[in-house]
């Protein structure tokens, strides 16, 4: 079993930026990689990004490109989304998720952090 733990969520101003953690803990060495993807109101989950415990394949949904940056630092076991200039739209429950193989379904996944944007 894996364990995932966010943090990081909060409220900012429009234009900000926030930093979430995963902390993972368990058979992460069970784990392929991570990824990160939110959920809105009323809106169906969305892949943000995703990155390889090795570091070779690090892969961005279009839309979050250029805004988002996804890393990882192994000692640690814990995956980052830096996430800047954020807008309201980006006001959603943030989730991490870890994945045994690649191009796998995501087989564990955290409880969810709030970001709110306001502005």
């Known amino acids: 079993q894996v364990q995932l733990v966010e943090s990081g969520g909060g409220l900012v101003q429009a234009g900000g930026s926030l930093r979430l953690s995963c902390a993972a803990s368990g058979r992460t060495d069970s784990t392929y990689g991570m990824g990160w993807f939110r959920q809105a109101p009323g809106k169906e989950r969305e892949f943000i990004a995703a990155?390889?415990?090795?570091?070779?394949?690090?892969s961005y949904a279009t839309s979050m490109k250029g805004r988002f940056t996804i890393s990882r630092d192994d000692a640690k076991n814990t995956v980052y989304l830096q996430m800047n200039s954020l807008k309201s739209e980006d006001t959603a429950v943030y989730y991490c998720?870890?994945?045994?193989?690649?191009?796998?379904?995501?087989?564990?996944w955290g409880q969810g952090t709030q970001v709110t944007v306001s502005s």
């Open positions: 990155i390889s415990w090795n570091g070779d394949s690090i």
């Open positions: 998720a870890a994945q045994v193989a690649r191009n796998r379904p995501y087989d564990y």
